[in-house]
């Protein structure tokens, strides 16, 4: 299977905001990372912010070579049924990769499992304001443009020239997936949504289905970033405007803390917490006789 054409892009605001999170949240960058359909990219970002303990993995096992000489270890990875045992990795780093799989709910599920400590993701952002850009016409659900700049034989759903639907996520979506999937466990969730215009020149010339299309056609697409670029400094300064960025990053950190209403019994299997049932029944207030 082909891998797809990787287009320049500017990455910067990406990896200040992998960097907030890792200062804030206390990620151990001498943990062993996984990368998700990871590129030479990635493993650029992540070695800038101290990770030197880098797999990549795609779906092919090819190791991806457009950005130069890979020097790093490459594993056969689909995303949506990942064939490691539980807490492989200590953490699961994806860059804009679940979008492109039939069920990213289940493929986030894998990712969780596969992960001993944190899961480090960047997807598309579901906010207020990028539904109505939706509903105006800048931007469309389907990733056709991808298809499109990848000579219409890849970069769609599956890495076929099948255009993917583009799920958006926000950090409720991701509390109730990861709450269902571990019910065991308390789990804790950092998500940064912002806005990064990080789409190339003839990434914004291919989007056609868009009003986008129109506007590059008439001011030109380096003219319309750079608007966009300035437009992005604003707008993540403003933390109510940042909520409604276009990008949402999350770090999932996962702990052994069981919920309150579950306990180890003496083989270390989880059990239900009789004590804590009695506790709640015991905290109701009881009629009393002059009630």
Not at 108 to 118: D, I
Not at 211 to 216: A, E, F, M
């Amino acid at each position: 299977m082909a891998l797809p054409k990787r287009t320049s892009k500017d990455r910067s605001q990406f990896l200040r905001v992998l960097q907030a999170c890792i200062d804030k949240t206390g990620v151990d960058v001498a943990d062993r990372v996984l990368v998700v359909g990871g590129t030479q990219n990635d493993a650029k970002f992540l070695r800038s912010c101290g990770f030197s303990r880098i797999t990549l993995s795609n779906i092919s096992g090819a190791p991806d070579v457009s950005d130069g000489r890979n020097d790093l270890p490459v594993v056969v990875v689909d995303a949506e049924d990942i064939q490691l045992p539980d807490n492989s990795y200590d953490i699961v780093f994806f860059h804009e990769v679940i979008h492109h799989c039939r069920s990213p709910h289940r493929a986030l599920c894998e990712m969780l499992r596969v992960s001993r400590r944190h899961v480090l993701m960047m997807e598309p952002n579901d906010s207020t304001f990028m539904r109505l850009l939706r509903r105006m016409r800048f931007s469309f659900p389907y990733e056709i443009f991808a298809v499109v700049n990848n000579d219409y034989v890849c970069g769609g759903v599956r890495n076929s020239q099948i255009p993917n639907f583009i799920l958006r996520w926000n950090a409720w979506e991701v509390h109730q997936l990861t709450s269902a999937f571990l019910p065991e466990y308390t789990l804790r969730i950092h998500a940064d949504p912002y806005w990064d215009f990080n789409a190339s020149e003839e990434n914004l010339a291919s989007r056609k289905q868009t009003r986008i299309g129109l506007i590059t056609g008439m001011v030109g697409a380096t003219n319309f970033l750079r608007a966009l670029r300035a437009l992005q400094r604003v707008l993540n300064f403003v933390p109510v405007l940042r909520r409604q960025g276009n990008k949402f990053f999350c770090c999932i950190q996962k702990s052994t803390d069981l919920k309150p209403w579950l306990m180890l019994d003496s083989d270390g299997g989880v059990i239900f917490n009789r004590n804590f049932q009695r506790r709640q029944v015991d905290a109701e207030p009881r009629s009393g006789a002059n009630d």
